[in-house]
Nanobody
Framework: QVQLVESGGGLVQAGGSLRLACATS????????MGWYRQAPGKQRELVAT???????NYADSAKGRFTISRDNAMNTVYLQMNSLKPEDTGVYYC?????????WGKGTLVTVSS
């Protein structure tokens, strides 16, 4: 069974920082484009950032300039460094792995930004 395990969420004040991590198996990590999505209360899940196997990145407009996605191929882990957090960044953050077959999702980690 494929597992994506997120960590690093928590409560932070506006303007603060958090770093999320998502670990998976070596096989899945090596064949996947990875991404972070979030779901705010009462809203649909939305893209935050993606990183391809080759390292190219893509960000939602709301994340540009504040968030950085990266991948550690040795650790089979993708990170999301979030700076200058805003209350509207509050939500459950999900890790996603896209392969030529099925997509995989983690269970999510909650980020709460207080004003």
């Amino acid at each position: 069974q494929v597992q994506l395990v997120e960590s690093g969420g928590g409560l932070v004040q506006a303007g603060g920082s958090l770093r999320l991590a998502c670990a998976t198996s070596r096989i899945i990590f090596s064949i996947s484009n990875m991404g972070w999505y979030r779901q705010a209360p009462g809203k649909q899940r939305e893209l935050v950032a993606t990183i391809a196997r080759g390292g190219s990145t893509n960000y939602a407009d709301s994340a540009k300039g504040r968030f950085t996605i990266s991948r550690d191929n040795a650790m089979n882990t993708v990170y999301l460094q979030m700076n200058s957090l805003k209350p509207e960044d509050t939500g459950v953050y999900y890790c996603n792995a896209v392969t030529v077959g099925p997509d995989y999702w983690g269970k999510g980690t909650l980020v709460t930004v207080s004003s």
